[in-house]
Structures are given as C-alpha cells and as structure tokens.
C-alpha cells in the first residue's frame, strides 16, 4: 500500500508531512509494535526455561521468516532480542541450545551492518520474490541522499545526481511491492495478530529487573 511519494522529502520523519507517508508511517509503527510484542512476550514468562523457550520459539519464527524472503519479520525479532530489556538475561540465554544459538547467529551476520550491510543487500537483490525488505536500511539510505545533497548545483541548476539516486532506491523498493505472498489467511491468528499487547521501552526494562535482579545469583 506504501506509495512511491511517501518515500519523498523525508515526508516519514517530519511531523508536518505526516498525511504524505500514512501508509509508511504505518508499517514502520507496525515494525515497532511487534518488536516490542517479541520482547513483551519472552519478558511476561514466568521462570527463566519459559523464558528461553519463548526466545527459542521467536528464532525458529524469524528462521521461517528467512525461508520466506520476509528480511523485515527477521529484523523485527533480532531488534526485540537486542533490545536491553531481554539481552541482559544472562540466566536465560546460557539453557538455548547449542542448534537455536547457531541459528540466530547465522541471523544476526546476515543482518549485520558490517561492510554497509553486504550480506543482507546480496541476500536481498539474489532472492525470488516474494519478498518483504527490512524498510530501515531503505530510509537511511533516503534520508543520507536528501541531508548530504544539496538540490542545486553551485551554477543554479538541479542536481540531477541527488534526483537520480533518490529513484534509483524507491525504484528497488517497488520491485519488491509487485510480487504478493500466496499464504493462506487464518482469520483467527489474524484477528490475534492485529491486537497485540505489549510494554512500553521503561515497562520492558522493569519487567527485566523482576525477573532478574540485577546483582541476583540465580533465578527461578
């Protein structure tokens, strides 16, 4: 649903141009949102193998995510496992196993930023779509063409070159917006899907302390 105009002007990051970019403003709130779901769920489990089984079952979904071509799914949960509020459970962590370790770091290199994001760009442009690019990577890109070039050369004419690479990465974008999924909708995990709860950043982190204290010597 994401028009080719709301990647224009920054209209995404700026308050005033809120209308231009509803649709993006939408999927990366979505992105948010359900990061935030990753984290709240493993965090709202009771003891500490709970808590590794819910971190374990999130690597296998963002392992189907990769199969799937969807590089935003698996983006949104590696951002819920960084965030500090789940990455500082140093009780849980250590009872993943040894396979599930392995696939989340097979995960985060692919994500990685390392090299302007190498990996993840190859894996990206050598896919059979379908395919759900990971839009943060698309932004930044945006937002470092538009602030570090100027609109005009020093004669006074357009910088066709800042215009040119503008379409060129909105161009790429549309590429992956031709091809849907061909899944089959199950209303009642839709229905769930569009109504998660989840904590704020602060309620995250409060939910972290309670489950391991910090200084605690063990944990339940």
Not at 5 to 33: C, I, M, Q, V, Y
Not at 87 to 102: A, G, I, N, W
Not at 114 to 138: M, T
Not at 149 to 161: K, L, V, Y
Request: proline share 6%; with cysteine.
């Amino acid at each position: 649903a994401i028009r080719p105009t709301e990647f224009l002007g920054l209209a995404w990051s700026e308050p005033h141009l809120r209308d231009k970019a509803t649709n993006l403003r939408r999927a990366t709130a979505r992105f948010e949102a359900v990061s935030f779901w990753v984290a709240t769920t493993i965090l709202r489990q009771p003891s500490k193998h709970m808590r590794a089984g819910a971190i374990t079952f999130f690597i296998r979904v963002a392992t189907a995510f990769r199969a799937l071509n969807n590089f935003s799914g698996v983006m949104c949960v590696l951002a819920a496992l960084s965030n500090s509020a789940v990455s500082r459970l140093k009780f849980t962590f250590p009872l993943l196993q040894p396979d599930v370790v392995e696939e989340r770091e097979a995960l985060d290199k692919l994500l990685s930023v390392e090299f302007n994001s190498k990996r993840y760009k190859e894996a990206l442009r050598s896919c059979n779509p379908p395919c759900i690019p990971y839009l943060g990577l698309f932004l930044s890109q945006l937002t470092f063409i538009e602030e570090g070039n100027d609109p005009f050369n020093p004669d006074g004419t357009i910088n066709f070159f800042k215009h040119l690479k503008a379409y060129e990465t909105i161009a790429e974008i549309r590429r992956y917006q031709l091809m849907p999924y061909n899944l089959r909708r199950l209303p009642q995990l839709l229905t769930y899907l569009n109504s998660l709860s989840y904590a704020s950043n602060a309620e995250l982190y409060d939910l972290s302390i309670q489950v391991e204290p910090r200084g605690a010597s063990s944990v339940p």
